[in-house]
């Protein structure tokens, strides 16, 4: 039984459609990251198998990219996924006051999810978006200027937004 | 420098001596072969460059930075410093990141004494680290019962993940993770299927991937090496056994780049393990009250000629016979065929798994028409009735290295057996003879069959035989290859339509002007025949008056008296239990290394027979390459080499020519007596002419022998058992 939806399929299809017929494995990242996407934001080895399968690739070279790259979650994240970069701008922009407050509101340390599965908060290098560090990224938004000593209330405002959506 | 270039010649320096070299090579490779030392943990001869290490940087002139000699081509006028001060510091530098996380066990690490990062630690590294933060710790993982793992020290050079995927042909190991949390490791448990896994043991540079069950056990530095011949498959790999005093710790491949190149499968590296189980260590008879009783060697020989000579003086000759093991050596084969026509006898068989002799003496040799290394070149392979795989795993890899290269394969085989290489056209079936003789047909309906007479036998004969599509596909790729092989395998040897199937491939390869490639059982099937071992012919392929009974025949209709060499009755033989019970009817003469059933039960006379390791002797392997060995240790107990067993048996029967002081003396008997050059000759299917008719062409295939099922060693010992249990997929049990 496939645990990967016909649409899911026909996207990665798209995916593979874009490289040569003989370098299918072109589209795993993209594979892996629809296949992610349906299945509430983490990988199993089940859904990695089947993608190993359908690019027709060794499982473990599957294996390697999922765990190479921070994007692809291995074991079960919550419902929003707060990435907090701590690279060198961010951190010279005190963002480990942005990792304090985080793990203060919601309870829970760098790599963990709260009880009630809303948040798991995730160090990662850098966003891209050092201009206006320090940042972090849910879901497909960045959040930016995040600097509780010159905004004391963004941080409260992005968790409220964020509970708001559920 | 113009002339140079034309003559396909760079000249470069290396620490100022100039070489001419042959351009595309890397740096390394030059220096390897100019005897230059240069540091190295992931470079290998064999496997593709990764470059990742870093160890073998070295200056070269102009170029602003260090360079890795393992991926620098060489180029005119290079100018290379391998122990410039720059390079050395380079080196030094690498060897102290190489040497932050890796664990300073080395007094209690198996790979001490034969380990590359200790030894490059000592001459290139600091004395002493400067590093004060934590090392790394990572956990070890499961590979089997084989290759045991300390992963905290692997250095992450990938010599085993890229040994997977190009050599072992299947993926099973990578490097999971990044930075400082790359692992190198299967990722989900699994034990490493691959039926070469073991070689990963010699690559590992470091004491990362050890033989499990040689772990702790001996010290490198202790052990002793003596070249051997590998006797579990007719490939002849090279092996080194080990030995510490007087008892075999371990073997290792033994570089021949002709026959095993630098590996071994893991059936030739742990069957040792088996080489004690269950031994017979004392000559033994048995008594009035039917119970094997020890007994010294001059009662147990005398019991035996006493015995047949009253058999044959009642009988005659021909109610002796004898059954070798396919894996015994030219001497062996040789003596006992010696000692059986001295009586007056011709029956003497090796062919275990054979069921079909009506090719009788015509397909007399069976070999390769190539040699191993030629198989790579192979543009197109036919393989028929073979789990070529697991049957011989060295032979396959030369296979699949043709299919890296581009070869397109085709098969005829029962639909359970699977290859770590690419097939085009994949018969899957039941029965060898209909689909062989579609392809056949095929090729003579385009007017291939020349004078070789097939009209009859494939187009006007009494079976109608169909061409289907995928016979078509093989013909074609057999007509088409520039240099095309078929290989028949064990499955084809062992069919109840033998001789039908190789008449069948013989017209095939005529026809398609491709190389017939045989290989049957056991680890000197050839050089059986070529001793003499074979009731219709003597030594050098002399015929013999009166053909005797082969092994089947001396199953269905007993002899009177029979000796059984190196033979596990029960377990070796084709045939039910109650028909090979019948072979203990009469008085059985079991020279054997291990008690087995039919032995135990059945045996007259036990004579303990010299175990794996423990004689010298030669075998001839599928390409009719002569390879001796030496023995490495004593033979356990009484037991005494076959050889010496043989010579004393017939002497103490008063035969002629038995005045033998040594397995080389036999040896040069033997070689006198056979074309020994005869290496690159054509399997032996002399006068070949069609058959008549198809045979039994509803014959269905007989089921592959398990990897690990293939002789008394193999079955005892308890690592490969272990490994076969652990994995489902590698192993047929159709
Ligand atoms: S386990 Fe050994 S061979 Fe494999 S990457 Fe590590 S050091 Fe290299
Ligand atoms: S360092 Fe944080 S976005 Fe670049
Ligand atoms: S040997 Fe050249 S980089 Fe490893």
């Given at each position: 039984?496939?645990?990967?939806?016909?649409?899911?399929?026909?996207?990665?299809?798209?995916?593979?459609?874009?490289?040569?017929?003989?370098?299918?494995?072109?589209?795993?990242?993209?594979?892996?990251?629809?296949?992610?996407?349906?299945?509430?934001?983490?990988?199993?080895?089940?859904?990695?198998?089947e993608?190993?399968?359908?690019?027709?690739?060794?499982?473990?070279?599957?294996?390697?990219?999922?765990?190479?790259?921070?994007?692809?979650?291995?074991?079960?994240?919550?419902?929003?996924?707060?990435?907090?970069?701590?690279?060198?701008?961010c951190?010279?922009?005190?963002?480990?006051?942005?990792?304090?407050?985080?793990?203060?509101?919601?309870?829970?340390?760098?790599?963990?999810?709260?009880?009630?599965?809303?948040?798991?908060?995730?160090?990662?290098?850098?966003?891209?978006?050092?201009?206006?560090?320090?940042?972090?990224?849910?879901?497909?938004?960045?959040?930016?200027?995040?600097?509780?000593?010159?905004?004391?209330?963004?941080?409260?405002?992005?968790?409220?937004?964020?509970?708001?959506?559920? | 420098?113009?002339?140079?270039?034309?003559?396909?010649i760079?000249?470069?320096e290396?620490?100022?001596?100039?070489?001419?070299?042959?351009?595309?090579?890397?740096?390394?490779?030059?220096?390897?072969?100019?005897?230059?030392?240069?540091?190295?943990?992931?470079?290998?001869?064999?496997?593709?460059?990764?470059?990742?290490?870093?160890?073998?940087?070295?200056?070269?002139e102009?170029?602003?930075?260090?360079?890795?000699?393992?991926?620098t081509?060489?180029m005119?006028?290079?100018?290379?410093?391998?122990?410039s001060?720059?390079?050395?510091?380079?080196?030094?530098?690498?060897?102290?990141?190489?040497?932050?996380n890796?664990?300073?066990?080395?007094?209690?690490?198996?790979?001490?004494?034969?380990?590359?990062?200790?030894?490059?630690?000592?001459?290139?590294?600091?004395?002493?680290?400067?590093?004060?933060?934590?090392?790394?710790?990572?956990?070890?993982?499961?590979?089997g019962?084989?290759?045991?793992?300390?992963?905290?020290?692997?250095?992450?050079?990938?010599?085993?993940?890229?040994?997977?995927?190009?050599?072992?042909?299947?993926?099973?190991?990578?490097g999971?993770?990044?930075?400082?949390?790359?692992?190198?490791?299967?990722?989900?448990?699994?034990?490493?299927?691959?039926?070469?896994?073991?070689?990963?043991?010699?690559?590992?540079?470091?004491?990362?991937?050890?033989?499990?069950?040689?772990?702790?056990?001996?010290?490198?530095?202790?052990?002793?090496?003596?070249?051997?011949i590998?006797?579990?498959?007719?490939?002849?790999?090279?092996?080194?056994?080990?030995?510490?005093?007087?008892?075999?710790?371990?073997?290792?491949?033994?570089?021949?780049?002709?026959?095993?190149e630098?590996?071994?499968?893991d059936?030739?590296?742990?069957?040792?393990?088996?080489?004690?189980?269950?031994?017979?260590?004392?000559?033994m008879?048995?008594?009035?009250s039917?119970?094997?009783?020890?007994?010294?060697?001059?009662?147990?020989?005398?019991?035996?000629?006493?015995?047949?000579?009253?058999?044959?003086a009642?009988?005659?000759?021909?109610?002796?016979?004898?059954?070798?093991?396919?894996?015994?050596?030219?001497?062996?084969?040789?003596?006992?065929?010696?000692?059986?026509?001295?009586?007056?006898?011709?029956?003497?068989?090796?062919?275990?798994?054979?069921?079909?002799?009506?090719?009788?003496?015509?397909?007399?040799?069976?070999?390769?028409?190539?040699?191993?290394?030629?198989?790579?070149?192979?543009?197109?392979?036919?393989?028929?009735?073979?789990?070529?795989?697991?049957?011989?795993?060295?032979?396959?890899?030369?296979?699949?290295?043709?299919t890296?290269?581009?070869?397109?394969?085709?098969?005829?085989?029962?639909?359970?057996?699977?290859?770590?290489?690419?097939?085009?056209?994949?018969?899957?079936?039941?029965?060898?003879?209909?689909?062989?003789a579609?392809?056949?047909?095929?090729?003579?309906?385009?007017?291939?069959?020349?004078?070789?007479?097939?009209?009859?036998?494939?187009?006007?004969?009494?079976?109608?035989?169909?061409?289907?599509?995928?016979?078509?596909?093989?013909?074609?790729?057999?007509?088409?290859?520039?240099?095309?092989?078929?290989?028949?395998?064990?499955?084809?040897?062992?069919?109840?339509?033998?001789?039908?199937?190789?008449?069948?491939?013989?017209?095939?390869?005529?026809?398609?002007?491709?190389?017939?490639?045989?290989?049957?059982?056991?680890?000197?099937?050839?050089?059986?025949?070529l001793?003499?071992?074979?009731?219709?012919?003597?030594?050098?392929k002399?015929?013999?008056?009166?053909?005797?009974?082969?092994?089947?025949?001396?199953?269905?209709?007993?002899?009177?008296?029979?000796?059984?060499?190196?033979?596990?009755?029960?377990?070796?033989?084709?045939?039910?239990?109650?028909?090979?019970?019948?072979?203990?009817?009469?008085?059985?003469v079991?020279?054997?290394?291990?008690?087995?059933?039919?032995?135990?039960?059945?045996?007259?006379?036990?004579?303990?027979?010299?175990?794996?390791?423990?004689?010298?002797?030669?075998?001839v392997?599928?390409?009719?390459?002569?390879?001796?060995?030496s023995?490495?240790?004593?033979?356990?107990?009484?037991?005494r080499?076959?050889?010496?067993?043989?010579?004393?048996?017939?002497?103490?029967?008063?035969l002629?020519?038995?005045?033998?002081?040594?397995?080389?003396?036999?040896?040069?008997?033997?070689?006198?007596?056979?074309?020994?050059?005869?290496?690159?000759?054509?399997?032996?299917?002399?006068?070949?002419?069609?058959?008549?008719?198809?045979?039994n062409?509803?014959?269905?295939?007989?089921?592959?022998?398990?990897?690990?099922?293939?002789?008394?060693?193999?079955?005892?010992?308890?690592?490969?058992?272990?490994?076969?249990?652990?994995?489902?997929?590698?192993?047929?049990?159709?």
């Amino acid at each position: 039984m496939s645990m990967i939806s016909d649409s899911a399929r026909s996207d990665i299809e798209n995916w593979v459609d874009k490289y040569p017929a003989e370098e299918k494995q072109s589209a795993v990242m993209a594979a892996l990251r629809i296949v992610q996407d349906e299945n509430s934001g983490s990988l199993t080895t089940e859904l990695m198998n089947e993608v190993a399968t359908l690019l027709e690739m060794p499982e473990i070279a599957v294996y390697e990219v999922a765990t190479f790259y921070s994007m692809y979650e291995l074991k079960l994240v919550g419902r929003h996924k707060i990435c907090v970069c701590t690279n060198i701008s961010c951190m010279l922009n005190n963002s480990k006051a942005v990792v304090d407050k985080l793990e203060d509101k919601l309870g829970v340390k760098l790599g963990e999810t709260t009880a009630d599965g809303e948040f798991t908060l995730k160090e990662v290098e850098c966003l891209g978006a050092c201009v206006n560090a320090p940042v972090v990224q849910v879901g497909e938004n960045y959040y930016e200027h995040l600097n509780p000593a010159i905004n004391p209330d963004k941080i409260d405002q992005l968790l409220a937004e964020l509970r708001g959506e559920s | 420098m113009e002339s140079s270039a034309e003559q396909n010649i760079v000249n470069i320096e290396i620490n100022d001596i100039s070489l001419q070299v042959e351009p595309g090579q890397m740096l390394i490779e030059v220096a390897d072969a100019n005897g230059v030392a240069i540091p190295r943990f992931c470079y290998h001869k064999k496997l593709s460059t990764s470059a990742n290490c870093r160890m073998c940087l070295v200056e070269v002139e102009k170029a602003p930075k260090m360079l890795p000699a393992c991926a620098t081509q060489v180029m005119n006028g290079m100018k290379v410093w391998t122990k410039s001060p720059k390079a050395i510091a380079a080196q030094k530098s690498v060897m102290e990141f190489l040497l932050i996380n890796h664990p300073l066990d080395c007094p209690v690490c198996d790979q001490g004494g034969e380990c590359d990062l200790q030894d490059i630690a000592m001459g290139y590294g600091g004395d002493q680290t400067r590093y004060q933060e934590r090392r790394r710790i990572v956990k070890d993982k499961d590979y089997g019962a084989l290759v045991s793992t300390e992963m905290s020290r692997c250095i992450h050079c990938t010599r085993c993940v890229r040994f997977g995927e190009e050599v072992g042909g299947i993926a099973e190991i990578g490097g999971t993770g990044r930075g400082d949390h790359m692992e190198i490791g299967t990722y989900v448990q699994k034990s490493l299927s691959s039926e070469l896994s073991g070689n990963i043991i010699d690559l590992c540079p470091v004491g990362a991937l050890l033989s499990k069950p040689f772990l702790y056990s001996a010290r490198a530095w202790e052990l002793q090496s003596y070249l051997s011949i590998a006797p579990h498959d007719a490939v002849g790999s090279n092996i080194k056994i080990q030995t510490r005093n007087g008892k075999i710790m371990r073997v290792v491949p033994a570089d021949n780049e002709e026959v095993n190149e630098s590996w071994i499968s893991d059936r030739d590296r742990f069957s040792y393990l088996g080489a004690n189980e269950s031994r017979v260590t004392s000559p033994m008879v048995r008594n009035s009250s039917g119970n094997l009783v020890e007994t010294n060697w001059q009662a147990a020989l005398d019991t035996v000629i006493k015995s047949f000579t009253e058999i044959i003086a009642t009988d005659g000759g021909s109610a002796v016979g004898a059954i070798a093991s396919p894996s015994s050596s030219v001497e062996e084969f040789y003596l006992l065929q010696k000692f059986m026509r001295g009586l007056g006898s011709n029956n003497i068989d090796f062919r275990l798994q054979q069921q079909d002799f009506s090719a009788g003496a015509e397909q007399s040799a069976p070999k390769l028409e190539l040699s191993l290394q030629e198989i790579e070149t192979q543009n197109s392979i036919f393989i028929i009735g073979s789990d070529i795989q697991r049957e011989q795993p060295l032979l396959s890899h030369r296979v699949r290295k043709a299919t890296l290269a581009g070869a397109v394969v085709s098969t005829i085989n029962p639909k359970t057996i699977e290859f770590n290489f690419a097939i085009s056209t994949s018969v899957k079936t039941d029965k060898l003879t209909p689909a062989l003789a579609g392809v056949a047909k095929e090729l003579l309906s385009r007017g291939l069959g020349g004078d070789l007479n097939l009209e009859q036998l494939l187009t006007d004969g009494a079976v109608n035989i169909a061409v289907e599509a995928e016979h078509k596909e093989i013909a074609d790729s057999l007509v088409n290859g520039e240099n095309s092989m078929v290989l028949l395998g064990a499955l084809a040897y062992r069919d109840q339509n033998q001789s039908r199937i190789y008449s069948l491939a013989t017209a095939i390869s005529k026809m398609s002007n491709s190389s017939l490639n045989i290989v049957t059982e056991g680890a000197n099937a050839l050089g059986g025949v070529l001793a003499g071992a074979v009731p219709y012919h003597s030594a050098g392929k002399v015929e013999v008056s009166e053909c005797g009974v082969d092994v089947a025949e001396m199953i269905s209709n007993p002899p009177k008296g029979v000796v059984l060499f190196g033979v596990e009755a029960d377990k070796d033989l084709a045939g039910d239990d109650s028909a090979i019970d019948s072979l203990g009817s009469g008085f059985v003469v079991a020279i054997t290394p291990f008690m087995d059933r039919l032995t135990y039960e059945h045996a007259d006379v036990v004579l303990p027979l010299a175990g794996f390791g423990e004689s010298s002797g030669t075998f001839v392997n599928a390409e009719g390459r002569w390879q001796s060995f030496s023995g490495a240790v004593k033979p356990l107990g009484e037991a005494r080499p076959g050889w010496k067993i043989l010579r004393v048996l017939g002497s103490s029967a008063e035969l002629q020519g038995f005045e033998l002081d040594s397995s080389e003396q036999v040896l040069n008997e033997v070689k006198a007596l056979c074309d020994v050059t005869a290496d690159k000759s054509e399997p032996e299917i002399s006068n070949w002419s069609a058959p008549t008719d198809l045979g039994n062409i509803e014959a269905e295939m007989v089921k592959p022998i398990p990897l690990y099922e293939v002789d008394a060693v193999v079955r005892r010992s308890a690592p490969l058992q272990e490994q076969a249990k652990k994995l489902t997929g590698g192993v047929d049990d159709v």
